[in-house]
């Protein structure tokens, strides 16, 4: 490929990815998992990781997959830049580092969606266990580092990432807090892209210190019952709840 046509197709691709889906952490599994569901769904996904060079090693598996993928793999800071919504898959222990490393790459407008969760196994302990944080949560923490204008909303905490790595139906419930419901409702439809994912609204953002024990309690009982549980909450009212 010459230096021109090379150039043509690095425009198309940057085009095509403008409204990506980037995923911070996306070599991870349960980063690789979502970007596997969403490029099933035929959404263009951006893996993001610390070194391009296994983002772009993830993509490619992906691409082998899930045949006709859209998806490119870059450094986390580039990956931030190409998509509105952001997801940040990353292990708590590495949460801060990486928010301090994008602060140049996030901008005003975008929604950062939390998935860390502070669990006791990022200092050698328990993963069946939380740390205390002193914002109240792992989102709240992620919302005081974010840059002024970006938006943070939590979510994907009770979704196992070897079942999104898998090829089974989904079924469960996918509990989202943030401070406005408008966000929340953006997320939620990304949420629900993923067949078999329903997105509930969970409340205000601090309602997320709640929402992330969740994690270590599907942990315990799936180790019991050597599963993959996620959550499911009856009784809800049939209709959007984000019209």
């Known amino acids: ?104 790459a996030l901008s005003e407008g975008q929604i950062l969606v939390d998935c860390t969760v502070p669990l006791a196994a990022a200092l050698s302990g328990k993963a069946t266990r939380t740390l205390g944080v002193w914002q109240g949560s792992a989102a709240q923490q992620a919302q005081e580092m974010a840059p002024d204008g970006v938006t943070v909303i939590s979510a994907f905490h009770t979704v196992s990432a070897a079942t999104l790595s898998g090829d089974g139906e989904l079924a469960e419930d996918i509990p989202i807090c943030g401070d406005r419901k408008a966000d929340k409702a953006r997320v939620a439809r990304l949420v629900e892209r993923i067949e078999g994912l329903r997105a509930v609204n969970a409340g205000a953002l601090e309602t997320a210190r709640i929402v992330e024990t969740l994690t270590p309690l599907l942990i315990s009982i799936n180790r019991r019952y050597k599963a993959h549980a996620g959550i499911r909450i009856t009784g809800l009212p049939e209709g959007d709840p984000w019209a």
């Open 1 to 104: 490929m010459g230096p021109w046509a090379k150039r043509a197709y690095l425009c198309k691709l940057a085009a095509l990815m403008a409204d990506a889906i980037p995923i911070i952490g996306g070599t991870g599994a349960l980063g690789y998992g979502l970007a596997l569901r969403w490029a099933r769904a035929g959404e263009a996904v951006v893996i993001g990781s610390r070194d391009a060079g296994r983002a772009a090693e993830a993509a490619e598996r992906l691409r082998g997959e899930v045949p006709g993928a859209e998806v490119e793999g870059l450094d986390n800071a580039e990956a931030a830049a190409r998509g509105p919504i952001v997801l940040m898959t990353v292990p708590f222990r590495a949460q801060s580092e990486t928010l301090n490393n994008l602060r140049g």
